[in-house]
């Protein structure tokens, strides 16, 4: 009996060593890179962001091959040439949205769904679009995996959003637009948000927000993501 329960207690150990190293990962992830300023970079203070980025396991949602990487200060490749955004700017990009407990979001650009994951864990209401199906299909049972059941992945293009489930209290685009794609801002809510790196070389992350007196935009920090495709790509009509 006793013999039993330490060959239990022995096979047991390793996984709760893990689960303890990747909180405490997490942990430092957070002091160091998203609410210190390090280099110079603007804080993340958002109680409710630094919350979510406590919460979501980052190792599951990044290959095997990088999984001792997922808490480092970089973006790191997740297949099909794409890749999960840094730490840091998945903690701005949510800060910058502004999401609150009960508003509906929508990310273009699922990727791993990682920042699907992130959303989820400030509100049940989150919507995702994926261009690349075997990305999206891939990101749906990561997310099962995480326990997170309540994101919506669609695979298509995200240039013309998710119309049947508009309006949006925020959108977050996480791949690179060379214009801003309209039907986005035509599906935010009044007071909405739409935060999305702008640009193609040289991209800057931008906050436009729908107010009563028309869209204002606000330009937050000079950023690097890989393209948006599709619709997007051409001329605007
Ligand atoms: N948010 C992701 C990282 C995204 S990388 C994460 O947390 O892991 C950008 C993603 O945008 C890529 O997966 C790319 O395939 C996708 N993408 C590019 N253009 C798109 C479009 N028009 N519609 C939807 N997704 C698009």
Redo the contacts with the bound molecule.
Sequence with gaps: MLARALVLLVLAAPAAWAADTYEELRGRMIQEQIASGADGRLPVRDSRVLAAMRQVPRHL?VPAEVRHLAYTDQPLP?G?G????QPYI?ALMTELAQLEPGEKAL??????????A?LAAITEEVYS????EP?ARR?EQTLRDAGVTSVRIRA????LGWPEAAPFDAI?V??AAPRVPQPLVDQLAMNGRLVLPLGELFQELIVLTRTPAGVQEERVIPVR????????QEPAP
Excluded: K, N, R
């Design positions: 949602f997740i099909e794409q890749t999960i955004s998945v990310e273009i650009g699922t990727g791993s769904g990682y920042q699907a992130v679009i994926e261009i690349l990305l990101a298509g293009d995200g240039y977050l996480t791949a993501f890989v393209p948006m495709v599709g619709q997007v």
